[in-house]
């Protein structure tokens, strides 16, 4: 993913041209790449920084089901600047039947510290790939990688989309209930069938779900002819 920061230069005349590949490969460039888009035509773009880490939660001894109307979040507070680029979740399936859908992973704006309906970002997988009966860390990239800044709550909500209801026949592992596994966020479950749904904190904020982020820093660059 690179930021387009210019394709166009201004000539003599102070009238905006075009700018060739050739002319922007013939300069001096440092993390820019660049691209041709027909014509001999070209796009200069900022190349991010290496995929890295972020926050995490690593225990993982409690199941938590979730389907599709029992929501799990875990909400968390970005440490870095940047753009979120996925999350690694650790996950199962209590049994073999209904393999049918997906578990769909969104990043979402927090308000109050719980959860809104406002999605940044998503990414799915086929509930079938899921292993029955144990604990697995599975990767879930963002095809749109959005801005991440540092400070914000966030909050990563998982549920299962598709047909086929059941109930608690999949699970999102999370730390013991006695204790508080993350200081910058919290569990929360979210009941779609009640009356009145809404997010609510779960244990005060003890039983953090196994979670990492991952995001890439912004880029600096420069070209110069």
Do not use: C
């Amino acid at each position: 993913m690179g930021l387009f920061f210019f394709a166009w230069l201004a000539n003599a005349s102070s009238q905006f041209v075009q700018t060739s590949v050739s002319e922007l490969s013939s300069g001096t460039s440092t993390n820019v790449a660049i691209t041709d888009v027909g014509g001999g035509n070209g796009d200069a773009t900022l190349v991010l920084g290496t995929e890295t880490s972020d926050q995490a939660q690593t225990a993982s001894s409690t199941k938590r089901d979730f389907d599709n109307t029992h929501l799990l979040a875990q909400t968390f507070t970005a440490g870095q600047n940047g753009f979120f680029t996925g999350v690694i979740l650790s996950l199962d399936r209590n049994n073999s039947s209904n393999t049918n859908g997906e578990v769909t992973v969104e990043l979402r704006v927090t308000s109050s510290g719980a959860p809104t309906t406002t999605v940044l970002a998503s990414a799915d997988l086929a509930a079938s790939s899921l292993n029955k009966n144990g604990k697995t860390d599975y990767s879930f990239t963002f095809l749109s990688q959005p801005v991440m800044a540092s400070g914000t709550v966030y909050a990563i909500v998982v549920y299962r989309s598709g047909s086929g209801a059941i109930t608690a026949n999949y699970n999102w592992y999370s730390g013991s209930g006695s204790s508080d596994q993350y200081a910058h966020g919290g569990r929360y479950e979210i009941n779609l069938g009640a009356e009145n749904p809404a997010w609510s904190l779960q244990n005060s904020g003890k039983g953090d779900l196994r979670f990492q982020t991952f995001y890439r820093a912004y880029a600096s660059g420069m070209l110069s002819s």
